[in-house]
């Protein structure tokens, strides 16, 4: 069962990083503190409509399997009393 704990702790390790990676790599929609930084200034980089539909798809990927390792860790910890 430790075993299959730390493989959780970093498959969560690498998801929160991951996430907070995609997160950041999104368009600013504006108003917000992505103008604050910069992200008023308009780019051709991140007009692609197919690019940031595959962005959103990664990232709520990343945030489910972010979700259920907190979840299965905490059923772990939970039933063995650690």
Not at 14 to 26: D, E, G, K, P, Y
Not at 68 to 78: K, W
Request: hydrophobic share 55%; proline share 0%; net charge positive.
């Amino acid at each position: 069962m430790q075993i299959l704990q730390v493989v959780l702790q970093v498959i969560l390790g690498i998801t929160s990083l991951l996430l907070t990676l995609m997160i950041l790599l999104h368009r600013g929609r504006g108003g917000g503190l992505s103008d604050m930084f910069g992200g008023g200034v308009t780019s051709n980089l991140g007009a692609s409509g197919v690019a940031e539909r595959n962005l959103n798809r990664i990232t709520i990927i990343l945030a489910l399997v972010w979700v259920s390792t907190i979840v299965v860790l905490g059923l772990i910890t939970r039933f063995t009393g650690l």
